[in-house]
T-cell receptor, first 114, second 114 residues
Framework: DAGVIQSPRHEVTEMGQEVTLRCKPI?????LFWYRQTMMRGLELLIY????????DSGMPEDRFSAKMPNASFSTLKIQPSEPRDSAVYFC????????????FGQGTRLTVV | AQSVTQLGSHVSVSEGALVLLRCNYS??????LFWYVQYPNQGLQLLLK??????LVKGINGFEAEFKKSETSFHLTKPSAHMSDAAEYFC????????????FGSGTKLNVKP
């Protein structure tokens, strides 16, 4: 398996624009996590899906953030409108399968909002 | 909710010296425990994990960690540091009684001096 695939790897956008980050989890995994990493706040869990259903979105910072998982092989994290303080690295991770222990991380999307 | 505490946001050791990175968690019920490593501009990679069984677990690159229930600790060690070990290390727990959520520590940046 190619692992967790995120796109794009880098995104630069202007304040006020809509940004969509994409994630393809590992096939067979039933849990998906979106994290945000910044120098100031470290690694924060934004939202957690299990079997495509959002279980906990308490980490989503504002209504400007939304996430969907229309099927087991695809998830999006959308920011609309984007603000400079949203600049961060966003990671997607998946977990599941027979062992269902650790989370596997993608390479991340580095978002810069100018 | 679980909490994960990593003592020391920055640790500096000389090449060849012992590496000790500390991690304590809050749960009274042993969760699953993990150490991840993050190299610059990359995602998090699993170093090692404890689920059940032997409390001393070995991981990649010569790292090991020992689960101590009485101390609620899961410290990471390596007998002899190598320059390539310079990275950020994250301790994480998986709460088996709270929707299998992952909780991460704030990370420890390891610097290895020649």
């Amino acid at each position: 398996d190619a692992g967790v695939i995120q796109s794009p790897r880098h995104e630069v956008t202007e304040m006020g624009q809509e940004v969509t980050l994409r994630c393809k989890p590992i096939s067979g995994h039933n849990s998906l996590f979106w994290y945000r990493q910044t120098m100031m706040r470290g690694l924060e869990l934004l939202i957690y899906f299990n079997n495509n259903v959002p279980i906990d979105d308490s980490g989503m910072p504002e209504d400007r953030f939304s996430a969907k998982m229309p099927n087991a092989s695809f998830s999006t994290l959308k920011i609309q409108p984007s603000e400079p303080r949203d600049s961060a690295v966003y990671f997607c991770a998946s977990s599941g399968g027979q062992m269902n222990t650790e989370a596997f991380f993608g390479q991340g999307t580095r978002l810069t909002v100018v | 909710a679980q909490s994960v505490t990593q003592l020391g946001s920055h640790v500096s050791v000389s090449e060849g010296a012992l590496v000790l990175l500390r991690c304590n968690y809050s749960s009274s019920v042993p969760p699953y425990l993990f150490w991840y490593v993050q190299y610059p501009n990359q995602g998090l990679q699993l170093l090692l994990k404890y689920t059940t069984g032997a409390t001393l677990v070995k991981g990649i690159n010569g790292f090991e960690a020992e689960f101590k229930k009485s101390e609620t600790s899961f410290h990471l060690t390596k007998p002899s540091a190598h320059m390539s070990d310079a990275a950020e290390y994250f301790c994480a727990v998986r709460d088996l009684y709270n929707f299998n959520k992952f909780y991460f520590g704030s990370g420890t940046k390891l610097n290895v001096k020649p």
